[in-house]
């Protein structure tokens, strides 16, 4: 048992926290958040530089070969940091790409890594909230290749990237795991209509309706990607505890700082026991996010995959609750400047919320926690 | 004990119903029952709309251009008001500023005022808090020097709701450095288009435009604009709190939003389940229609205890702080259903129905609910010090 | 609309008062409990010459012809004075008698009215935690009459009954409205086992175990009563809200009391910011209570059945989780004093817990709430 | 980081499975599972089994009588413990007064102390809280007058757990009027046989006796007695506070409890479904069991950052706020998925299975947990001063 971090992820640490001091300060990413540019090319290549993008990937691909640990650990500085860039995209569609086509996945990877592509996975549907393998889009096989219909929803990064991976169903009923193949499709196909935006924490994200969509068959990436999905949307929702727990880092040690230096009927408010007690709350919500979120991130490394959905799902189901809590009571808390732009506690809490519904809420995860069976407790 | 109404209130609540089904505004109503926010016309429109018929001013006796309505009267109108789709009015001039003229006005600011407020003519907004004084208002500082017929106003307000339309102020300023804190504060009317008044939005994190900070640099404002004595402005204040507190809770509010959620729960899918059938949704609409039961007779306790000519007192501290857990509990319920279809930012560009796009709008907005008109915190205190005899 | 007790509500609830501050001090209560003696004739009596025991039954069957909202006052003091007589076992067992066989059960009646015999319904069972119409108990019809068999729960009152009234079924499967039928079963009964014991809150009640008990012909009193076991079984769980508030009134009370009296650290505890908000949630959840609870009483009054029943699902969910909080936080609030049998606080919180869950619990409640449904909010 | 335990850490858990699933009683297996209290001879005869082993006082170094484990090795073994439905040891000895003794006791206090609690031959108790010293331990009473070679005991404490099974004492007496309140506290061993010490029983709202009131009457008590020096017993207290903190979330035991709660929603049915397959039995498990495995790895933190070096410190007041609550939390279901059946009071005259039956015992008695050892609301004051700078 040991809970201490390497040598090289003190450095990932390190080199996290001075690129968001340097380079990506709460004025400049406003003054972005102003602007429509919805990418910026120059911190997206500063960030493959740094490695960050092939963090998740294995040296046979090209990547760093890192732990879900690192990619943890990495998330939660971009999280502290309030970082729009839309990384978790590279690590769905980069992760799913491996997963299914192994060292062929390299040269695809290659541009992600290097930063010069934004790439993109839409798999959620409006038939599902969260069930990832709710597949109603339809790729019917027709001369040469495939046509696909449906609609996808909150597809990260969509709007940036040239080329998009869909879901589409080749056989059976939205639901079943079977039966769902992965296909590329460039961005302006014909029949493809992308209604961009940013979500609520900044991040540039996609709805999409396909309507008769034709792609060649060598569009089709593999033909049964049900399990490789779920494992992955299991990975990045660990990725997005990490997210969350920077967030909530960096919410509460705002909040602490305010509660101490702003006064109100001639004392710091941090003097009054109410609010001294909510902010032993918030805490003790971090330090045990902190807690299930590192035990995810190891448990996704064991060989059972039950067991790491569990994990997944324990973590999310608490994190998604503790981040709201703290986004709230931070609000709450800072009165209201807490309800303004200007500050950056709204944005936290922004970007908690976010977290909290992204890959599933509470309930969605308590509900599939208690529904993954495992042999025996300890 | 009996919750019955009587057949007139019944009648009341007939033609309510059907005036309001044909004078609502189609767009408002709209645009209200998925709580998109209302432009400054649409908003004041309507608002005349409710002043011509008599109904804006719903809990102002007849004298001063009011309905003259009971309290269960009221409660009625509320509820088919919130039912029909029409937003409440501003509460600056109808609930709070025009009972403090009621009170302490001169017969001169009467007649100019509360007849403006009752057709719904002129708009208002309060200048309370300020950077340095959120819930400790007494510690308040902006000055208002007296210059022979006028006061010369120095200073800020801040978190000022919809000062960008509003017409008049009124507001709290120190009229002496000298008295005891509170005593050197008075209650003022200001006139918005004055010069040296200047408006900077704060934009919150709802993404919409709702508050502000104003700015007094040297703003004349004639001696007549007060309100009681001079020195007596927290007195003033505290009257207004303590005035109308029958709608603090939101009753009629909350049980139209349940009623949106529950035809929303039936109307939309999960993973080929109806939404309203899944475990945790039902549970979760049934925790808050049952919570809001309980406030809804809260309610009405206290509503009989005012018509029995008893004070309202701190128990409305109980039901401002049940009321706006209920808000946001709603609210949050809502985006959660929601979810991924939620998420977009401020945007129509989505597959979303309107009710899960929009969303997100109340669910951070709604947060001020707690914060604003004295904390859940503060409302705390009170109870504690005054029905409980703690502290 | 009008919240104002009538002149005959004041004076009921000034004769518990008397009748609690007299007869019924916690140290005689105490002496009571120290003994084996489950049945205290003397005041038995005193209660059925208060008019107490006809309470809820009306003229025509020779009660005081009280309405819902007088039987939860008589319940509010009841609880307000930790009463454990068996007052609810009148209610269940003489309203079913009183809507079942209407002016025919005056007779039956008389003797429960003038406090000469305590009745005592017997319907709940272990197949169910809590549905009333969960009757799995059987009655064949054998040659001039019935044999009964099966379990039978926390019937209260029952040790001191010396006839019960036991539902069981003729027809149909466990949750059938239909087919449940209602016997009078003597206490002496071949067959009959009775568990006696007293409740957690002092009540005594008991398990029965019936095997192959013979009942004659006439003692199946009516042949389908679910509807009726409905109804009542709703105006019960009414009257225990009204005791859960009583209950909880004194226990907040007496916690306010006890925290600006206790000193630690040289001040009152009382003074400390974060127990003034814990006695404001308290108190909140109090006034709750009460607004529901007569919600509750007042609906039951109404014509729609539907209505009454999900009002009273509504107080119970309510209630239940008010009374948990209340109890639990006044015996953190007292601290160790809370802990013990000898201050009146901690039989408070069993009562309270007792009351939370019987007739159903927040969970069960909230869950029949949700299945009820209306015709229209307003 | 890495959280996969060692081939031999491994073997070390097998071997003490075995070694458990052999010695353990039946019956008090049978009891520890359903919660039913243990008498003094169980409970004793049960400590003397582990004596015997060299495993009672599991976390003491091999030099004073213990097995000398890591604090894996300590892990491991109390789940299995748990999971073989043995009790914890009574933590007044092992856990209390030993550490004490081998940080500041005498080579003599060692020598006579030391082998007979790692021994389980002699029962202690902790003689802290007075009536009017709760959690505000500094304002003790219970004085301690030095005549000769004896201290002279006059006063009483309170909340005593399992006095009356107890063969020793240790406790904090007031040794000087005159120092500063702290200053005048002094920590020391005493006799439970001694002339004048009388034991009053208090039951407890769960209808056990566990508790008492212990008073003393000029009880004399030989100076060696005394450990540190006089007027160092808040130092010596607070050491014993900080020490052992490595099993005070109680993981272990709410492990064994939530699985023993799975196992009985398999097996009992509600209205024809398995009560596990109710949405909210199921839900109410899966949100103990989530909460129970944030608290387990930050248990196992504190245990790694006590592993190298560092102290536990306040987090271990947040080990203690969780761990109460969720053992509270796990009574609680218990009591309400047996509902009718948990309801009949101190008796087996019932149709209930035995998990139902007593789950009213600890339901009550675990209320005490968030009130005993400071309570939660103390071990927040702590963790907002210690560790947040707040106050």
């Known amino acids: ?378 | 004990m009996d919750i019955d109404f009587t057949k007139e209130e019944l009648a009341f609540r007939d033609e309510v119903r059907q005036w309001l089904a044909d004078n609502v505004p189609p767009e408002i109503r709209k645009k209200t029952s998925y709580t998109i926010p209302l432009t400054k016309e649409e908003q004041q429109g309507w608002e005349r709309i409710l002043g011509r018929k008599g109904w804006l001013a719903s809990h102002w006796p007849k004298e001063y251009g009011g309905p003259g309505w009971s309290a269960t009267q009221r409660y009625l109108y509320d509820v088919e008001r919130a039912f029909a789709g029409a937003p409440l009015p501003s509460p600056f001039g109808v609930s709070m500023v025009g009972p403090v003229i009621m009170a302490y006005g001169t017969t001169e600011q009467k007649q100019r005022y509360l007849p403006k407020i009752a057709a719904g003519e002129e708009f208002w907004c309060q200048g309370y808090s300020e950077p340095d004084a959120g819930s400790d208002l007494a510690s308040l500082k902006t000055s208002a020097q007296r210059e022979g017929d006028d006061y010369v106003i120095n200073g800020s307000k801040i978190w000022t709701t919809q000062a960008h339309w509003a017409d008049r102020m009124f507001c709290l300023v120190r009229t002496s450095q000298e008295a005891k804190k509170q005593r050197g504060i008075s209650f003022l009317l200001l006139d918005m288009k004055s010069p040296g008044v200047t408006i900077r939005p704060i934009v919150t994190i709802d993404g919409h435009h709702h508050l502000n900070q104003v700015f007094f640099d040297n703003v004349r404002v004639p001696v007549e604009n007060l309100v009681g004595e001079e020195g007596d402005g927290w007195t003033v204040a505290k009257h207004l709190l303590q005035f109308e507190r029958t709608t603090i809770a939101g009753v009629a509010d909350s049980k139209k939003a349940i009623n949106n959620l529950k035809e929303l729960a039936q109307e939309e899918r999960d993973g080929g389940v109806i939404m309203g059938d899944l475990p945790d949704v039902r549970r979760r609409l049934a925790e808050l229609e049952i919570d809001l039961l309980a406030l809804e007779y809260s309610n009405f306790r206290t509503l009989d205890a005012v018509a029995r000519g008893e004070s309202p007192g701190p128990e409305s501290s109980l039901l401002k702080i049940k009321g706006t857990e209920l808000q946001q509990a709603l609210s949050q319920l809502r985006l959660e259903m929601g979810a991924n279809r939620s998420m977009p930012w401020l945007t129509d560009q989505t597959l979303a129905p309107p009710a899960f796009r929009h969303a997100a709008t109340p669910y951070f907005f709604l947060r001020a609910a707690t914060i604003y008109g004295g904390s859940n915190e503060i409302q705390k205190n009170v109870i504690a010090k005054m029905l409980l005899g703690l502290g």
Chains 1, 3 share one sequence.
Request: aromatic fraction near 8%.
């Open chain 1, 1 to 378: 048992m040991d809970f201490s971090l390497s040598e090289e992820q003190r450095l990932l640490q390190e080199s996290i926290d001075r690129f968001i001091e340097k380079d990506y300060t709460f004025t400049k990413r406003q003054q972005r958040l102003a602007t429509e540019m919805l990418y910026d090319s120059a911190i997206w290549q500063q960030m493959a530089e740094f490695g960050w993008l092939g963090l998740p990937f294995s040296e046979t691909v090209g990547g760093i070969g890192g732990s879900l640990v690192d990619a943890v650990l990495l998330a939660q500085g971009l999280g502290k940091g309030l970082v729009i860039e839309p990384y978790l995209a590279v690590l769905l569609a980069g992760r799913i790409m491996e997963r299914l086509l192994g060292e062929a996945a390299s040269a695809w990877l290659e541009g992600v890594i290097e930063g010069s592509k934004v790439p993109a996975l839409a798999y959620a549907e409006p038939g599902s909230r969260f069930a990832p393998c709710w597949t109603a889009t339809s790729a019917r096989p027709v001369q040469g290749g495939y046509t696909l219909s449906g609609q996808k929803l909150l597809a990260l990064g969509a709007p940036v990237a040239e080329e998009l991976l869909v879901t589409a169903r080749l056989q059976g009923e939205p639901g079943d795991v079977q039966g769902i193949g992965l296909f590329a499709v460039p961005a302006q196909s014909r029949g493809l209509q992308m209604l961009a935006y940013r979500m609520m924490h900044g991040t540039p994200g996609a709805d999409l309706l396909l309507e008769d969509v034709v792609v060649p068959k060598e569009a089709c990436l593999a033909e049964d990607v049900g399990r490789a999905l779920l494992t992955v949307v299991d990975e990045a929702t660990v990725v997005v505890c990490g997210d969350a727990l920077g967030s909530m880092e960096a919410t509460f040690w705002k909040t602490l700082d305010y509660v101490k230096t702003r006064k109100q009927f001639g004392v710091p408010i941090g003097s009054f026991q109410v609010l001294q007690h909510t902010l032993v709350d918030m805490f003790m919500e971090v330090e045990q996010s902190r807690s299930i979120t590192y035990m995810a991130a190891m448990q996704a490394a064991g060989e059972d995959p039950i067991a790491a959905a569990r994990a997944a799902s324990a973590a999310k189901a608490y994190v998604s609750r503790a981040a709201t809590l703290v986004g709230q009571k931070a609000v709450q808390l800072h009165g209201g400047m807490g309800m303004t732009e200007e500050l950056d506690i709204g944005h936290y809490f922004r970007r908690l919320t976010m977290l909290s519904s992204l890959f599933g809420d509470r309930d969605y995860h308590v509900r599939r926690f208690g529904g993954l069976q495992t042999t025996a407790m300890d």
